[in-house]
């Protein structure tokens, strides 16, 4: 048998809080990146991050994001002397800043006997929409007049 491996990414995001967002990823695995803020002041790729106004003084306009290499989205996150199991979306999107919301996708596959593929999107008040690669054989039957489509794995 052959082992499963998955990789997990998100889009761009803001944050609450930057030193607590890296330090939830980390402790789930996952390493994280960010865009620098390199726009002047009142430009419009500012103004479109902040809503149509100009950032405040201390408003970042940082957006952060996510990766990993190694099994998808996290079951488990480290703790000073252990793992605990998690249930990592509803604890992601206490991280995203009021009126966010992230895209995250992951795609995994045993060698090539079949292969998986999942996205989230999730608001900071933690509403998830998901849908999965498995998806497209209903929508195979609709435009096939009820007739099944044979699965993509061996």
């Not at 079949?114 to 039957?141: F, P």
């Amino acid at each position: 048998m052959a082992d499963y491996y998955a990789v997990v990414r998100s889009n761009h995001f803001l944050v609450r809080d930057a030193k607590k967002f890296e330090s939830f990823c980390e402790r789930c695995g996952l390493t994280t990146f960010h865009n620098e803020p390199v726009w002047p002041e009142g430009w419009c790729s500012v103004r479109a991050v902040t809503n149509g106004r100009a950032p405040r003084r201390r408003e970042t306009t940082r957006r952060y994001g996510f990766y990993g290499t190694e099994n998808g989205l996290p079951s488990y996150m480290r703790t000073k002397n252990d793992h605990v199991a998690i249930d990592f979306i509803p604890r992601f999107a206490k991280y995203l800043a009021v009126g966010e919301a992230a895209i995250i996708m992951e795609s995994g596959s045993e060698k090539v006997r079949y292969i998986c593929g999942y996205a989230w999107a999730v608001n900071w008040r933690g509403a998830v929409r998901h849908v999965s690669l498995s998806d497209i054989y209903k929508l195979a039957e609709e435009i096939a007049g009820g007739k099944t489509a044979t699965p993509c794995e061996y």
